[in-house]
C-alpha cells in the first residue's frame, strides 16, 4: 500500500516538473503577443487620478477615451497622490499613448517612472497604478517624457523610444545593498 503512494506521489510531481518546464522552454514565438486591430480589441486604459478631480470624475473619465477605439476603468485615488508612474502596451497607437500621456500629467500627480513593455498587455495602459514593484520600472525625467510626446514620432518610432527609457538599472536596492535587478529585460 505504502509503495503504491509513493509511486503515485512521484508521478505527480513528475508530471509537474514537466509542466513547469514546459512553461519555461515554451519557444519565444509563442510568448510574442499579436497585435489585433483596434476595431477588434480596443485599447484599456486603467489606473488613477489625483483625490481633487473628484468632482469631475466622469467628464475626465472621457476625456481620457476622447480619441476613441479605448475604454477606461479609472479611479479616484483614495489617498494624497497617485503613483507616477506609467505603463504602456506595444499595440497602443502613438496618438493614443501621447494623449494619455498628456492626460496622466493633467489629472494625476505626472509621470516619472516607466514600467517595461514586457510586463505589460499590448492593449493596455496604466496611469498612477502601484500594481508594479519598482525592480520593473525606470525613472524618467521630464525631458525624456517630453521626448516621448515628440508629435513627428510613428508608433513604431514612439515604442522604441518607450522600450529603451523604460529598461530598468541592473541593480536595485534590497535591504540597503544593492543588488542584480532580476527584472530587467532586453528591449525586443
Not at 479616484?76 to 505603463?87: L, R
Not at 497604478?129 to 520593473?136: A, G, Q, Y
Not at 508629435?151 to 530598468?168: A, D, G, Q, V
Request: hydrophobic residues 40%; contains cysteine.
Amino acid at each position: 500500500m505504502m509503495h503504491k503512494k509513493n509511486t503515485a506521489n512521484l508521478t505527480i510531481q513528475a508530471l509537474v516538473t514537466l509542466i513547469i518546464l514546459g512553461l519555461f522552454l515554451g519557444s519565444s514565438a509563442q510568448a510574442q503577443e499579436i497585435c489585433e486591430p483596434l476595431d477588434k480589441k480596443r485599447i484599456k486604459i486603467e489606473g488613477y487620478i489625483s483625490k481633487k478631480f473628484r468632482k469631475q470624475r466622469k467628464a475626465i473619465f472621457k476625456e481620457f477615451t476622447a480619441l476613441g477605439n479605448s475604454r477606461a476603468a479609472l479611479r479616484v485615488y483614495p489617498m494624497g497622490e497617485t503613483s507616477k508612474v506609467i505603463a504602456i502596451g506595444k499595440c497602443v497607437p502613438v496618438h493614443i499613448a501621447q494623449h494619455v500621456i498628456k492626460k496622466a500629467i493633467e489629472y494625476s500627480t505626472g509621470v516619472e517612472s516607466l514600467v517595461q513593455q514586457q510586463f505589460v498587455h499590448g492593449h493596455w495602459i496604466g496611469v498612477g497604478v502601484t500594481i508594479f514593484d519598482e525592480p520593473s520600472q525606470q525613472l524618467v525625467s521630464s525631458e525624456q517624457v517630453k521626448q516621448m510626446l515628440n508629435p513627428e514620432l510613428s508608433s513604431k518610432e514612439f515604442h522604441k523610444l518607450y522600450r529603451k527609457l523604460s529598461i530598468p538599472n541592473e541593480l536595485t536596492p534590497y535591504f540597503g545593498l544593492q543588488v542584480p535587478n532580476i527584472k530587467t529585460a532586453q528591449p525586443e
